[in-house]
């Protein structure tokens, strides 16, 4: 039966109807997913009276009222105590973390000691000038200069004149101690950092037994903080847009990622100064060589957004701009 199998005409149409199907499976399971989903993240978008008007667009980030205030310390040393966290709310004056004092409350205490002992010296000094000069007062009245010995007066008159410049000695040791001791008071008052202002911790990045150093450290800040109540944003306008932006106006604010949720947000102010930009959306086509005007504008009480977060924004053009916004490059 083999013998009488033709190659040509038998096996070799089964082979190719054989590869045939394997190259139909191999096209169809090498076939890409051309199914349609919705993006991971939508894209910015103006809403509102915005969605068809001129508009001037731009990136930036969210910020306290007051700006990031970076804490440091006045003096360097061992830090002994850390009282605030992340999220806590402080007064002005509230104490953040102290630093190692023994060194200046000892010399607090050698100041006291030092201020004790002046102030016995002008006791004492105090009453041997009194004495002095009484008795040199009795030897001048008496009407009878013979009464009384030149010599006598002129001991009398040095007793006076050594006890009045003890007295001054000591007044000077008083006052020299008086000043060590408020300088150690003062010492002792910067090694404990306090708030500058009323507001929220946004960063606690020391911990009791480090040790800050005034220079030379790592450059970090040892708390950050800030008022958080109103949040504001700093918009990036490229400077090419800026002779089109309506200054004063509200901004569409969406953080970014989120361009479903948007809010309406109050002007602030201007920067004067244009500055080279930093903010960054990671576009691939984004140029980082522009300048660009910084806008302020105060956020709504909102929980969608925090301090350092990146947004979108959408500010009008004035009136009669021709070109519709783009974001900001």
């Known amino acids: 039966m083999f013998r009488n199998l033709s190659f040509a005409r038998q096996i070799l149409p089964v082979v190719a109807l054989i590869g045939l199907a394997i190259a139909a499976w191999l096209i169809l399971v090498g076939l890409p997913d051309r199914s349609v989903t919705d993006p991971v993240e939508q894209p910015p978008k103006a809403v509102g009276d915005l969605a068809n008007a001129p508009r001037v667009a731009g990136a930036g980030i969210v910020e306290p009222a007051s700006e990031v205030i970076d804490i440091g310390s006045a003096l360097s040393g ?9 999220g806590d709310r402080v007064a002005k004056g509230d104490i953040l973390f102290t630093v190692d004092a023994r060194a200046a409350h000892a010399s607090l205490d050698q100041a006291n000691a030092a201020i004790a002992e ?14 002095a000069r009484q008795q040199l007062d009795l ?11 030149r010599a006598e007066v002129i001991r009398a008159e040095g007793e006076e004149a050594a006890a009045t410049s003890r007295l001054g000695l000591a007044r000077a040791r008083l006052s020299g101690a008086q000043s060590a001791a408020a300088a150690a008071r003062t010492e002792i008052e910067r090694l404990i950092v306090r ?8 960063a606690v990045n020391v911990r009791p037994g480090e040790f800050v150093a005034t ?11 800030g008022e958080t109540n109103p949040l504001h944003v700093r918009v990036d306008i490229d400077e090419n847009e800026v002779a089109r932006v309506a200054l004063g106006e509200p901004a569409v604010i969406s953080p970014r990622g989120a361009a479903e949720l948007h809010v309406k947000a109050t002007f602030v102010r201007a920067e004067p100064l ?3 930009k930093r903010s960054l959306t990671n576009s691939a086509a984004e140029r980082v060589d522009v300048r660009v005007l ?3 504008y105060a956020l709504p009480p909102s929980d969608a957004f925090r301090v350092g977060q990146q947004i979108d924004a959408f500010i009008p053009a004035k009136t009669g701009a021709a070109k519709s916004g783009k974001k900001g490059s």
């Not at 708030?195 to 946004?202: K, V």
């Not at 220079?215 to 903080?225: D, E, W």
């Open 78 to 86: 061992l830090v002994t105590d850390v009282r605030v966290r992340p």
């Open 118 to 131: 002046a102030r016995a010296a002008i006791a004492e000094a105090s009453a041997a000038q009194k004495t």
């Open 139 to 149: 030897y001048l009245s008496l009407a009878d200069p013979a009464a009384v010995s």
């Open 195 to 202: 708030a500058p202002i009323a507001g929220e911790i946004l």
């Open 215 to 225: 220079q030379g450290g790592s450059g970090k800040a040892f708390v950050q903080m």
């Open 274 to 276: 244009i500055v080279p």
């Open 294 to 296: 910084q806008l302020i």
